[in-house]
Nanobody, 122 residues
Framework: QVQLQESGPGLVKPSQTLSLTCTVS??????????WAWIRQPPGKGLEWMGA???????YYNPSLKSRTSISRDTSKNQFTLQLSSVTPEDTAKYYC??????????????WGQGTQVTVSS
């Protein structure tokens, strides 16, 4: 019933900010007690949890990315967003949004979006 869909530009220039939106349907992002997460997977590498925002709007971040990451939400649109600043080619990856019962998740489940490819290149 709950579906998530990532959207945003597929190409970002180095030093710019990567911005993605996750649109949630079939359920509210304010529903107790879920976390709404962003996860990415660089080519040939494993999943990396980036952060999440909980049902109250409190954000949580991977310490390795915290300085560059901002997760926010728009409850009126039932959307949450990812902003990753100062990107480099190392940020090239497939980006997923997901709903999770836990703060940190690296387990794909039914409440993950299909993912969207983002390439950082000049």
């Amino acid at each position: 019933q709950v579906q998530l869909q990532e959207s945003g530009p597929g190409l970002v220039k180095p030093s710019q900010t990567l911005s993605l939106t996750c649109t949630v349907s079939g359920g509210s992002i304010t529903t107790d007690y879920y976390y709404w997460a962003w996860i990415r997977q660089p080519p040939g590498k494993g999943l990396e949890w980036m952060g999440a925002i909980d049902y109250n709007g409190s954000p949580y971040y991977n310490p390795s990315l915290k300085s560059r990451t901002s997760i926010s939400r728009d409850t009126s649109k039932n959307q949450f967003t990812l902003q990753l600043s100062s990107v480099t080619p190392e940020d090239t990856a497939k980006y997923y949004c997901a709903r999770s019962d836990t703060e940190v998740t690296l387990t794909k489940g039914p409440y993950w979006g299909q993912g969207t490819q983002v390439t950082v290149s000049s």
